[in-house]
């Protein structure tokens, strides 16, 4: 009777599968752990592009914002005399 009632014993699994399994989860480790590493890598360079590009901009405004400011000149060469001639002021020029 004892043997009727008697609970299966629960079905061995293979030292190959459980090997098989612990590569699997190091190797999964392994490819997650690369992929964030790149991951991380990239979104450095996208944040180093984007400051970069913000100081270029910044600078081109103050570039655009001194031309802006600037006199009208025009330079007069004849061999080695040079007339720099302000348009605002025309009674000044200065030679070298």
Known sequence: MRALHAEPAPPRISVAWRMAAAYAMVFVLVVGTYAAAIHHGRQ????????EQ???????QQVKSIADDAQPVV?????DTHVIVDLKRETQSIYY
Do not use: H, M, S, Y
């Not at 913000?54 to 081109?60: C, G, P, R, V």
């Open 75 to 79: 330079v007069l060469e004849n061999g």
């Open 44 to 51: 450095q360079e996208l944040r180093a592009l984007r400051a």
């Open 54 to 60: 913000q100081k270029i901009a910044t600078e081109l």
